[in-house]
């Protein structure tokens, strides 16, 4: 157990909706990192965020945004969804900038 | 930009066969590199890392990698493949003073025959 909680574990909506997607972070750890993983594209890096602060930006698209709470959780929002979205969302934290990453199970998201 | 190449898309071994998935980087200096396993349904888990000092790295579950500067390469290692081992790897890269985002590879899914 990595200690980093995501949920749902999985997602199914239509195309054009919008879902949140949630992650609570090891304890202690005030880094969050979202990442997508599909067949095509690996696993791409889409946002940190560092004690409510947003760090750094990957390949996220506009459509989608994210949020770290006071109490360190984040949220992912996915919106105007299209078919491509379909993949699985990881949420990894980490302690400082360069220890490992710690990784959730992740959600699968599945567009209809 | 840093970037992370694992040539083999599968590889199929034996149980009780040595094991060795590659991992070549493309990066101007040292970076940190990792590797990480993920089983089927689960998120990935660190097996190993390497920052500095001493090239040849032990992880978790009897997996082992070395770093060759050289040939820009971090390849993992176990001497003896049990059925439990088999799962996706992926190698990492991070830029040490950057952004410290991990770039991953595309994986390697290791399939391990009775």
């Known amino acids: 157990d990595s200690g980093v909680t995501q949920t749902p574990k999985h997602l199914i909506t239509a195309t054009g909706q919008r879902v949140t997607l949630r992650c609570s972070p090891r304890s202690g750890d005030l880094s969050v990192y979202w990442y997508q993983q599909s067949l095509d594209q690996g696993l791409q890096f889409l946002i940190q965020?560092?004690?409510?602060?947003?760090?750094a930006k990957g390949n996220i698209l506009e459509r989608f945004s994210a949020q770290q709470f006071p109490d360190l959780h984040s949220e992912l929002n996915l919106s105007s969804l299209e078919l491509g979205d379909s993949a699985l969302y990881f949420c990894?934290?980490?302690?400082?900038?360069?220890?490992?990453?710690?990784f959730g199970n992740g959600t699968r998201l599945t567009v209809t | 930009a840093q970037s992370v190449t694992q040539p083999d898309i599968h590889i199929t071994v034996s149980e009780g066969a040595s094991l060795e998935l590659r991992c070549n980087y493309s990066y101007g200096a040292t970076p940190y590199l990792f590797w990480y396993v993920q089983s089927p349904g689960q998120g990935l888990q660190l097996l190993l890392k390497?920052?500095?000092?001493?090239?040849l790295v032990q992880g978790i579950k009897g997996f082992e990698a070395e770093f060759k500067r050289s040939q820009s390469s971090f390849n993992l290692r176990k001497p003896s493949v049990h059925w439990s081992d088999a799962a996706e790897y992926f190698c990492?890269?991070?830029?040490?003073?950057?952004?410290?985002?991990?770039?991953f590879g595309r994986g390697t899914s290791l399939i391990v025959h009775p």
């Open positions: 965020y560092y004690n409510g602060e947003e760090r």
């Open positions: 390497y920052f500095s000092g001493d090239t």
């Open positions: 990894a934290s980490s302690a400082t900038d360069n220890s490992p990453l710690h």
């Open positions: 990492a890269v991070e830029q040490p003073g950057g952004s410290y985002i991990p770039t």
